[in-house]
């Protein structure tokens, strides 16, 4: 089987990471690449020209001379609706970092764009690739764990200040007048979030979020867009809890789901999955994770080895939905101080314990987001109140 052409668009930061799967997978024929920063990158620039891979400053210039298969975006947020669609209009495959758009509408233009075309459109989920989260979906497909009851969602990591000024668009609810909203619930969470809705339904798809209710706070002094936030979503059957920080300063840094139904519960993190089902003995799925999986599978739709992406754009536009919902309740970012947050990761595992938002616990800084009808919702226009 012919090895798939591809190029890379953005080869700096998270595109680096793609960079070097595309070098070393021999199912890649490696052909092109794209990067708007020359002169950030050049060094990256200059590795890769030895390897004889050609680099465009433009994106259009490069697919315009560039014979390719499909295309993988290593950009920031704001870019993949535009790259995405450009794109699959010129007939090629994409597998873009995530989250698949910013905006839910955007997302699921592309999604039916790519369907038309009969093209593949994959997103870096890869926890969605992971053989753990494919034997725990089986079981709540299969009803073992009875109806679902509840999902709680815990990402509680740490990011400091510097992590928020290494390029010009992190931490940013806008750049260039696009809509970018780099905070905790599109970055670091929305991978946990798109893991919870895989989860949150017994059907053989991603659970929609019916209405959506949302708190979104800013304590980093040097951060637009949020680093804490909490949401409870309705779903199919069940009812998510969500809770997200990178304002967490103690280790062990959190990353979890846990799932009740009327017959058993089970716990998932990046490691592993644990199911306990009454009256049968603990079940532990604890197989190795190949971060590669996720390229690997889109690679296969491609040949047509597989007919099925992991982590496939019309299921992933439900996250983005889910947040985009998330900033419709809330209306605002409000800004609260470090003080407030001291003790921040106690006051998530209490109130992902209770099922409640932090205006529900009490805390004097917080405050009620309304709830969403998801059903009548007409999409994000990126602007809050």
């Given amino acids: 089987m012919e090895p798939v052409r591809t190029a890379l668009v953005g080869i700096g930061g998270i595109g680096g990471y793609h960079r070097s799967i595309i070098h070393r997978l021999e199912s890649y024929d490696f052909v092109a690449a794209a990067e708007r920063y020359m002169d950030v990158q050049a060094s990256h620039v200059e590795e890769m020209e030895s390897w004889g891979i050609p680099v465009y400053e433009d994106i259009w210039e490069m697919l315009d001379e560039v014979d390719v298969e499909a295309v993988t975006l290593g950009v920031p947020h704001h870019f993949h609706g535009e790259y995405s669609l450009g794109s699959l209009e010129r007939g090629l495959h994409v597998m873009t970092e995530k989250p698949v758009t910013v905006l839910a509408q955007e997302a699921m233009e592309v999604a039916q764009l790519a369907h038309s075309k009969g093209l593949f459109v994959g997103v870096d989920f890869q926890y969605t690739s992971f053989p753990h989260s494919h034997k725990l979906k089986e079981v709540i497909m299969n009803g073992d764990l009875g109806e679902l009851q509840s999902i709680v969602g815990v990402v509680a990591w740490k990011r400091l200040d510097a992590y928020y000024t290494r390029s010009n668009w992190s931490g940013k609810t806008h750049v260039d007048g696009r809509p970018c909203f780099d905070g905790v619930l599109m970055n670091q969470a929305v991978h946990l979030v798109n893991s919870a809705l895989q989860l949150g339904t017994r059907r053989d798809a991603h659970a929609m979020p019916v209405d959506v209710q949302a708190e979104v706070y800013t304590v980093h002094d040097t951060l637009e867009a949020e680093d804490l936030a909490c949401l409870r979503a309705t779903l199919d059957e069940a009812t998510l809890s969500f809770y997200a920080t990178t304002c967490n300063m103690e280790d062990p840094e959190i990353t979890t789901l846990e799932i009740t139904g009327t017959k058993g519960s089970a716990s998932w993190d990046s490691g592993k999955a644990v199911v306990r089902i009454e009256g049968k ?73 209770e099922r409640k938002l932090f205006s529900e616990m009490g805390a004097d800084w917080a405050y009620e987001g309304r709830l969403i009808d998801m059903a009548d919702y007409e999409g994000f226009d990126g602007n809050l109140d």
């Fill in 281 to 353: 003995d603990e079940i532990v799925f604890d197989d190795p994770c190949d971060r590669d999986e996720i390229h690997k599978n889109f690679i296969a739709c491609i040949r047509g080895e597989a007919d099925r992406l992991h982590a496939p754009a019309e299921e992933a536009v439900k996250a983005t939905l889910a947040i985009n919902g998330a900033y419709s309740s809330a209306g605002q970012i409000k800004k609260i101080g470090w003080d407030a947050v001291e003790d921040i990761k106690s006051l998530i595992l209490q109130a992902s314990d």
